[in-house]
């Protein structure tokens, strides 16, 4: 399947050309796809070399999420950049970048990482409109935030919760911006349960800003925020979404990935 990359030429700024090109070839190289992420990875680790690192990271990083938006989840390239960012946090190379304080860092760090996954998460859904190209690049940026965190990439787990609370815990929508939440909450279980599973399953108070960032929907049943109750919560909402396709729009597919997504919560109770 062919990627189109046009939204991103249209958009990306003249600094940003030199870089994009060259992950733009890289990709479309016709080469075994691990050797393609280690490829991917020195190309990225390129252009950092004897830069201040965070300056460029940050937009090689926004560069690689605006590809990512338009990569299909399931296609080649999205396990190619998954593994490439994997590649770059296992080396110990970081002597010739520097931080803003003109300190040597180190690419397990991942500079600016976190940062601009958090800019660029975007909820296209929040509209309750028939947007198409919006709901599936909004797929293809979700599977590569899972993927990357199912890989052990240091994220922030109120990423999967906050979509789990978009979309088991508020008044559900219907037709394709139902769809497509249901499909991004089931693609964060899959890759992710685990991670998931083990912040609820702490004994843990929260400060109040920490409440506020995980802070439960209109549907929640009053429960702590971190705790097995909201587990279970989730699990039994994904099935009554399951049994209420019809009436909400909802296309035959959408009971698969809850099952699937089921599969990977109750494995990850094992």
């Given at each position: 399947?062919?990627?189109?990359l046009?939204?991103?030429?249209?958009?990306i700024?003249e600094?940003?050309r030199d870089a994009f090109?060259?992950?733009?070839a890289?990709?479309q190289y016709?080469?075994?796809?691990?050797?393609?992420?280690?490829?991917?990875?020195?190309d990225?680790?390129?252009?950092?070399a004897?830069?201040?690192?965070?300056g460029?990271?940050?937009?090689?990083?926004m560069?690689v999420i605006?590809?990512?938006?338009?990569?299909p989840?399931?296609h080649?390239?999205?396990d190619?950049?998954?593994?490439?960012?994997v590649i770059?946090?296992?080396?110990d190379?970081g002597?010739?970048?520097?931080?803003?304080?003109?300190?040597?860092?180190?690419?397990?760090?991942?500079?600016d990482?976190?940062?601009?996954?958090?800019e660029?998460?975007?909820d296209?859904?929040?509209?309750?409109?028939?947007?198409?190209e919006?709901?599936a690049g909004?797929?293809?940026r979700?599977?590569?935030?899972?993927r990357l965190m199912?890989?052990?990439?240091?994220?922030?787990?109120?990423?999967p919760?906050?979509?789990?609370?978009t979309?088991?815990?508020?008044?559900?929508?219907e037709?394709?911006?139902m769809e497509?939440r249901?499909w991004?909450?089931c693609?964060w279980?899959i890759h992710?349960?685990?991670?998931?599973?083990?912040r609820?399953?702490?004994?843990?108070?929260?400060?109040?800003?920490?409440?506020?960032?995980?802070c439960?929907?209109p549907?929640?049943?009053?429960?702590q925020?971190?705790?097995?109750?909201?587990?279970?919560?989730w699990?039994?909402?994904?099935?009554?979404?399951?049994?209420?396709?019809?009436?909400?729009?909802l296309?035959r597919?959408?009971?698969?990935?809850i099952?699937?997504?089921?599969?990977?919560?109750?494995?990850?109770?094992q």
């Open positions: 399947m062919d990627v189109r046009q939204s991103v030429v249209n958009n700024a600094y940003e090109y060259v992950l733009k890289t990709l016709p080469i075994d796809p691990q050797v393609k992420s280690v490829k991917l990875a020195d990225i680790d390129f252009f950092c004897g830069s201040e690192v965070c460029v990271l940050w937009y090689v990083w560069l605006d590809i990512v938006i338009c990569v989840p399931g080649p390239w999205q190619s950049l998954v593994l490439a960012v770059l946090l296992n080396r190379d002597t010739s970048r520097y931080n803003k304080m003109g300190k040597p860092i180190s690419w397990k760090e991942l500079p990482l976190w940062i601009t996954l958090r660029k998460l975007d296209p859904t929040d509209m309750n409109e028939e947007l198409i919006e709901f909004h797929k293809g979700t599977s590569f935030y899972a199912g890989a052990g990439v240091p994220m922030s787990v109120h990423f919760i906050w979509q789990l609370r979309t088991l815990e508020e008044q559900p929508l037709g394709s911006a497509c249901i991004t909450a693609e279980m992710c349960a685990d991670n998931v599973f083990k609820m399953n702490l004994d843990m108070e929260l400060d109040d800003d920490s409440a506020r960032a995980i439960d929907g549907l929640g049943e009053g429960n925020l971190v705790s097995m109750e909201r587990w279970e919560f699990k039994r909402r994904f099935s009554e979404l399951a049994a209420d396709t019809a009436r909400l729009r296309g597919e959408t009971t698969g990935w099952s699937d997504a089921l599969k990977s919560m109750d494995a990850a109770q």
